[in-house]
Each structure stands twice: as structure tokens, then as C-alpha cells.
């Protein structure tokens, strides 16, 4: 039976690190400042928004919401973003995601200035990681996920990660992360995804298997080798009606199968999802530090 890999473990150790520079940083007369964005009222981003308010008062950042109605224009957003941007206290913004239908993701993400775009997504963030810079911020799942396999031991240097999916957020960033040439990285790194053939072929050859496709369950224990180490991603509600709200919390792994032959395996919900926060915290750190 897998080991479980404890993402909540491990970020409250990072958070209680993050505490511990902010009072530093404090004492440098400097209070990092996190501007969150939310437009609409999707309910997962609500909570995610709240968890992030949560983690930023535990550790000492100065955080605020903004609220934006479902109808907010477009171009009502962009002119907020631009007086953040120009507002010298504010050190990271955030525009939680996704965002109502009428608004183009890829304009708004653009707008947030590189040196505050704490999610990491920017293109000049996103181009610095492809040249294997250092000065730029990593999405945060990505960040988490490689420190996560660091802080567990896990050697990523010379081993076959395999990552199930592509998206900007998670698969591309991820796969640059662990090619660099740090001692968290230098793996070998295969992409699979929706139109990849014969995938089991593939994600039988991993050692590491990042699943981020979105897809409830979908990687079998016939998917993978025995003694794998494996980080779900994904988080998919699947009919229970077992259960009082009807639903429960699944990843893109069938965990109960595959847990069986896995080595260390990461569970849904409590791994990879607070480390994503946790990363949010450093990289607003990172900002408020550049700011100096």
C-alpha cells in the first residue's frame, strides 16, 4: 500500500516559514500586500478566495478581495488591474479564475504587470521559465507540486516524470520546472493528454506521474508500474448519494486501485491543493522582496 504524501503537512511547514520571514521583513519596515481579485459568484472560487484570505492572515500578509459583479465590462476590469498595477503598495495581484464568459482570460492575465503576477501566468513569466530563469514567478500548483516531491526526498534527477495534461496552469509550467537543471529538477519529462494514443503505453513507463487532465478516476492501476509515485491534480465531484451533499471529492487517479501498487501516491482533497496556496504565499513574498 502507497504512502501517502501529506500536501497539508507540508504547507502549514511552509506557511509557518512564511511567517517567520514576514516578521523579518516587518522589522525592514516592509508588509507584503496581496490584491485579490473575484468577478462573479462561481462557488468553487469563492472558496478558494477565502482559503487564500485565511492562509495570507495566518502568516502576516496584508491581503483584500475585490468583488466585481458578473456584469462588470471587460474594460472596467482592465482599468482596475492598471491602478493596481500602479499603486506602489500593492506588491502582488491575483484575478482569481475562471472568469464570466464575455471576458477574455488571456487580455486580462496580460495586464497584470510581470513584476505582480504572483499566479505566475503572465507570458514573460511563463517565456523567462522556458529560458530557465529564476527571476520570474512559477505558477503556484506547479511550484508546489515540485516542492512537495523535494521536501518528501524524492529524487526527480534522471527519472521519467510523466504528466497527464497540458494546460498553461498546470502541465506546461510543470514539465519546464522539473527539466530545469536544479537539484528539483532534471527529469526527463513526457507530456500525455486527450488525443494522446495508447496513453496507458506511456504512463506505464513513469516513475513519476503528475495526473492533471481533469478527468474523474481516469488513470487505472493497469496505467501504471508497480512502486510509481503518483501526484493527482485533479479534483472532480462524482455523484454519492451516500453522501449528505450528494457528491463526493475525487481525483484523476482511482486512488483505491492504484494506491495498491504506488509507492507514495498524493490524496484528494489534502495534497496537491494546499500547496498551491502555500506557493502563492512565497511568490507574493517574492514580490513585496523585489520591491526593495
Avoid: W
Avoid at 43 to 59: F, G, L, Q, R
Amino acid at each position: 500500500m502507497a504512502e501517502i504524501i501529506d500536501g497539508k503537512k507540508i504547507s502549514t511547514l511552509i506557511q509557518d516559514e512564511v511567517a517567520t520571514e514576514i516578521e523579518q521583513l516587518k522589522k525592514d519596515g516592509l508588509i507584503p500586500y496581496l490584491s485579490v481579485i473575484l468577478v462573479g459568484d462561481n462557488p468553487a472560487s469563492s472558496i478558494y478566495v477565502k482559503m487564500k484570505e485565511k492562509a495570507c492572515k495566518k502568516v502576516g500578509i496584508s491581503s483584500e478581495t475585490i468583488k466585481f459583479e458578473k456584469s462588470i465590462s471587460e474594460q472596467e476590469l482592465l482599468q482596475k488591474i492598471d491602478t493596481l498595477n500602479k499603486d506602489p503598495n500593492v506588491h502582488g495581484i491575483l484575478v482569481q479564475l475562471p472568469l464570466p464568459s464575455h471576458i477574455h482570460e488571456d487580455v486580462v492575465i496580460e495586464k497584470v504587470i510581470p513584476e505582480k503576477d504572483v499566479d505566475g501566468f503572465h507570458p514573460i513569466n511563463l517565456g523567462r521559465l522556458v529560458a530557465g530563469s529564476d527571476k520570474c514567478f512559477y505558477p503556484a500548483t506547479p511550484y508546489g507540486i515540485v516542492e512537495l516531491l523535494s521536501r518528501y526526498n524524492i529524487h526527480t534527477e534522471g527519472k521519467h516524470a510523466v504528466i497527464v495534461g497540458r494546460s498553461n496552469v498546470v502541465g506546461k509550467p510543470l514539465g519546464l520546472l522539473l527539466l530545469k537543471k536544479t537539484s528539483k529538477g532534471n527529469a526527463t519529462v513526457t507530456y500525455c493528454h486527450s488525443r494522446t494514443n495508447n496513453i496507458s503505453a506511456i504512463t506505464k513507463t513513469a516513475d513519476i506521474l503528475i495526473a492533471a487532465m481533469g478527468r474523474a478516476e481516469f488513470i487505472k492501476k493497469d496505467m501504471v508500474k508497480s512502486g510509481v509515485i503518483i501526484i493527482d491534480v485533479g479534483i472532480n465531484r462524482v455523484e454519492d448519494p451516500t453522501q449528505k451533499r450528494g457528491y463526493r471529492l475525487v481525483g484523476d487517479v482511482d486512488f483505491e486501485q492504484v494506491s495498491k501498487v504506488a509507492s507514495l501516491i498524493t490524496p484528494v482533497p489534502g495534497g496537491v491543493g494546499p500547496m498551491t496556496i502555500a506557493m502563492l504565499l512565497k511568490n507574493t513574498i517574492f514580490a513585496a522582496k523585489r520591491n526593495l
